[in-house]
């Protein structure tokens, strides 16, 4: 399609979407309301009513949700294209994610069949009364899941990306030997320092960053001063495509919050609330057996043993719970290689008509789905706003760590992008690691798949998600992740085995992200 052509699908995609949302409905009552108001002419009336949308704030309103559509929207392809190339352009991929999704459903068939628990259930009356009652202290319960085990650990994700090959691709063709040093074997294109350094420009060593200490222009103070007075007045202009480029160079702690939000066009309206409310009532109507993996593979293994997050545990189960029944999560199925996954109502087995979305998301949760959550319980404290800050991060980022796909933020691309740095800039270490059986990737996929999350200290993580919002991308984890590579590096030469080399890089609670990544970025020899 030409240029005209793609824009045309866009903007009628757009306003097709936002024709059934609630802002639309508010602006067309404004829209009335407003025409009883004398300033409003006939002889005038598009331009009178158009100028006092703009004024009382409902264009900007409507420009950010537009900006968020522009953000989660496929994007603009032949109308001919069938669905499954929109979410997914390479035909292996997609075989791959259906081989994935049939080998997680099965596992959690086969343990609902083995233990005898069934994939949903009404909950008895007073079962429902005693979980509404201790809602905000689920906490403190001690169920009984041990004959609960994960559906699958980030280890066996990183199995199946190991295995993947394009089948029209001769790898003999590829120039060097390096391309062959790596785990992941498939030719997707990935940027390289030069690339990333002009994507990346605001984080150069010249520039201010919040979560730097010393800047060599300026004082940090007048820095932190003057760019907080910046992020105040985003804030009060309310625009979302202003808010994301102000992320680029950090937020300070006490408007990231109010940013993060905007960025994300989460507005948290009486309606938001409402939705978060009826989640709610669905959580203590019906009982699913995938509460018991967040009880169990997630939040008891993984957050409430953390020492930044085990005092979030209510709120983590309040939101993890709500989201598996949110079935406005499948919309990002349009756009997400995944499929959701299907079973059926008891005693229907094979008939498609009664095939039901199982869980009511579309997402079924692996060990470590928490810490998507965990780390946002520090910016809100409104468990309504917490849940619609997550749902959004999720649609728009984090499930690309657990599908697998031929994306630039897609985990595949992140993981060959990490070996490529590594490869690239730190050849006798990459070298060395692999002749030793201890694979780079072998021990960063763990961070990457969780975005770090639980692995740097809250505040460096939270700078670090500053920039997964600022440039829309995820790429920066995996530049990250060599960046931790090549700070270790002297280290990691002398480590003699796989379990030497994660010894060397367990801890990463006293790294310093910004440093680390302009160091590698902008600091790297070519």
Same mark, same amino acid.
């Given at each position: 399609m030409d240029e005209g052509s793609e824009l045309s699908l866009t903007i009628a995609q757009i306003v097709q979407r936002l024709k059934g949302s609630h802002l639309h409905s508010h602006i067309e009552r404004q829209a009335r309301e407003c025409l009883h108001q004398p300033e409003i002419k006939l002889e005038s009336l598009k331009d009178d009513v158009r100028s006092f949308l703009k004024t009382s704030g409902w264009e900007r309103q409507l420009q950010n949700a537009v900006y968020r559509e522009l953000h989660v929207q496929l994007p603009p392809s032949h109308p001919a294209a069938p669905p499954e190339h929109l979410k997914e352009p390479l035909a292996y991929?997609?075989?791959?994610?259906?081989?994935?999704?049939?080998?997680?459903?099965?596992?959690?068939? &086969?343990?609902?069949?083995?233990?005898?628990?069934?994939?949903?259930?009404? @909950?008895?009356?007073?079962?429902?009364?005693? $979980? %509404? *009652?201790?809602?905000?202290?689920?906490?403190?319960?001690?169920?009984?899941?041990?004959?609960?085990?994960?559906?699958?650990?980030?280890?066996?994700?990183?199995?199946?990306?190991?295995?993947?090959? *394009?089948?029209?691709?001769?790898?003999?063709?590829?120039?060097?030997? @390096?391309?062959?040093?790596?785990? !992941?074997?498939?030719?997707?294109?990935?940027?390289? !320092?030069?690339?990333?350094?002009?994507?990346?420009?605001e984080l150069n060593l010249s520039t201010g960053q919040?979560?730097?200490?010393?800047?060599?222009?300026?004082?940090?103070?007048?820095?932190?001063?003057?760019?907080?007075?910046?992020?105040?007045?985003?804030?009060?202009?309310?625009? %979302?495509?202003?808010?994301?480029?102000? %992320?680029?160079?950090?937020? &300070?702690?006490?408007? @990231?919050?109010?940013?993060?939000?905007?960025?994300?066009? &989460?507005?948290?309206?009486?309606?938001?609330?409402?939705?978060?409310?009826?989640?709610?009532?669905?959580? !203590?109507?019906?009982?699913?057996?995938?509460?018991?993996?967040?009880?169990?593979?997630?939040?008891?293994?993984?957050?409430? *043993?953390?020492?930044?997050?085990?005092?979030?545990?209510?709120?983590?189960?309040?939101?993890?719970?709500?989201?598996?029944?949110?079935?406005?999560? $499948?919309?990002?199925?349009?756009?997400? %290689?995944?499929?959701?996954?299907?079973?059926?109502?008891?005693?229907?087995?094979?008939d498609e008509e009664c095939a039901v979305v199982y869980p009511p998301n579309g997402v079924i949760p692996f060990h470590g789905f928490s810490m998507y959550v965990a780390p946002l319980c520090f910016l809100y404290n409104e468990p309504s706003k917490l849940y619609s800050v997550f749902r959004e991060m999720y649609i728009r980022y984090f499930f690309r760590l657990h599908s697998i796909s031929s994306s630039p933020s897609g985990i595949v691309s992140l993981c060959l992008?990490?070996?490529?740095?590594?490869?690239?800039?730190?050849?006798?270490?990459?070298?060395? $690691?692999?002749?030793?059986g201890a694979q780079p990737l072998r021990v960063a996929f763990k961070w990457m798949v969780r975005a770090f999350s639980g692995y740097l200290s809250t505040d460096q993580l939270l700078l670090l998600w500053d920039r997964v919002l600022g440039y829309d991308s995820l790429e920066i984890v995996a530049v990250l992740a060599a960046a931790v590579f090549a700070f270790r590096a002297e280290n990691l030469m002398e480590v003699t085995s796989l379990a030497s080399a994660e010894a060397v890089l367990a801890d990463l609670s006293t790294l310093k992200v910004m440093p680390l990544l302009q160091i590698f970025l902008f600091a790297t020899v070519i």
């Open positions: 991929m997609r075989k791959a994610q259906a081989s994935w999704e049939k080998r997680v459903l099965k596992s959690l068939n &086969s343990m609902s069949t083995e233990l005898g628990v069934p994939l949903a259930r009404m @909950r008895p009356a007073a079962e429902q009364k005693e $979980l %509404s *009652n201790k809602w905000n202290e689920m906490g403190t319960d001690e169920p009984d899941l041990t004959r609960f085990r994960p559906v699958y650990a980030p280890k066996d994700f990183l199995e199946v990306l190991i295995s993947l090959r *394009n089948p029209n691709h001769d790898s003999s063709e590829d120039i060097g030997v @390096r391309s062959h040093w790596g785990l !992941i074997q498939i030719p997707l294109n990935v940027r390289d !320092i030069p690339q990333l350094r002009r994507a990346y420009s919040l979560g730097i200490e010393d800047h060599a222009h300026i004082h940090p103070d007048l820095f932190e001063n003057d760019y907080v007075q910046i992020g105040k007045k985003v804030l009060v202009e309310q625009d %979302s495509a202003a808010a994301q480029q102000y %992320s680029r160079q950090g937020c &300070s702690t006490g408007l @990231r919050a109010d940013l993060w939000a905007l960025i994300l066009n &989460s507005t948290n309206q009486p309606q938001d609330v409402m939705h978060y409310e009826q989640l709610t009532a669905g959580v !203590i109507q019906h009982d699913l057996l995938v509460d018991n993996l967040i009880y169990k593979q997630d939040v008891k293994l993984t957050a409430s *043993n953390d020492d930044y997050y085990f005092v979030f545990e209510d709120y983590l189960y309040q939101v993890l719970l709500c989201f598996s029944r949110d079935t406005a999560v $499948l919309e990002h199925f349009k756009y997400n %290689s995944a499929t959701p996954p299907k079973s059926f109502i008891q005693g229907k087995g094979g992008q990490f070996e490529r740095l590594l490869q690239a800039h730190l050849p006798q270490l990459f070298y060395h $690691l692999r002749q030793i």
